[in-house]
């Protein structure tokens, strides 16, 4: 399996812009995970879906963000309108309870930059 | 204060040392992991346990549920061993992580 595949790697954009962070799990799991790191405040949870359906949201900062799981093979990060406080890097992580391991797999993440 | 503490936040060791990093948490959990980050970015998990003592090559994790408490243990560390080490711990039935700031160690040669 090629593992978790995020895109775009490094985006840059311009404030007020709207931005797409794309996730492909790794195949057969049933959890995936939208984290943020910054330098000051490490790693957090933004949302979490199992089967496709969003679980827990309470970690997404503003409505300015949405995302979505249109099926168990892609989901979507979305900023709209970006702000500079929403550079930071978006990690997605994908997991299989079900299976018997709570291990999480992460992708490469993509750098957000907004100027 | 935060859920998961990990100390020291930053470490240098000489290449051969043994080293030691904490995590203390203050929540329930189902599990806990610790995870590595690559200077390039990459997050690799490296333990997944909830009760005693897991060994992989020279890393060795142990957790003490009854003092919410971990450690990750570095025996005869190399300088390809620098890297930020998180701890996290798992809610619930889903897993659904609650990070640690990170340990970042530096092995100098």
């Known amino acids: 399996d090629a593992g978790v595949i995020q895109s775009p790697r490094h985006e840059v954009t311009e404030m007020g812009q709207e931005v797409t962070l794309r996730c492909k799990p790794i195949?057969?799991?049933?959890?995936l995970f939208w984290y943020r790191q910054t330098m000051m405040r490490g790693l957090e949870l933004l949302i979490y879906?199992?089967?496709?359906?969003?679980?827990?949201d309470s970690g997404m900062p503003e409505d300015r963000f949405s995302a979505k799981m249109p099926n168990a093979s892609f989901s979507t990060l979305k900023i709209q309108p970006s702000e500079p406080r929403d550079s930071a890097v978006y990690f997605c992580?994908?997991?299989?309870?079900?299976?018997?391991?709570?291990?999480?797999?992460f992708g490469p993440g993509t750098r957000l930059t907004v100027t | 204060k935060n859920e998961v503490e990990q100390s020291p936040q930053n470490l240098t060791a000489q290449e051969g040392e043994f080293i030691t990093i904490n995590c203390s948490y203050s929540?329930?959990?189902?599990?806990l992991h610790w995870l590595q980050q690559h200077p390039g970015g990459g997050i690799v998990s490296l333990f997944m346990?909830?009760?005693g003592k897991k060994k992989h090559g020279r890393l060795i994790a142990t957790i003490n549920i009854q003092e919410k408490h971990s450690s990750l243990h570095i025996t005869a560390s190399h300088p390809r061993d620098s890297a930020v080490y998180i701890c996290?711990?798992?809610?619930?039935?889903?897993?659904?992580?609650?990070f640690g700031k990170g340990t970042k160690l530096s092995v100098k040669p």
């Open positions: 992580a994908s997991s299989s309870p079900g299976r018997g391991s709570y291990e999480q797999y």
């Open positions: 195949s057969g799991h049933d959890y």
């Open positions: 879906f199992n089967n496709n359906v969003p679980i827990d």
């Open positions: 929540v329930g959990i189902s599990a």
């Open positions: 346990l909830s009760s």
């Open positions: 996290a711990v798992g809610r619930g039935s889903q897993g659904n992580l609650i």
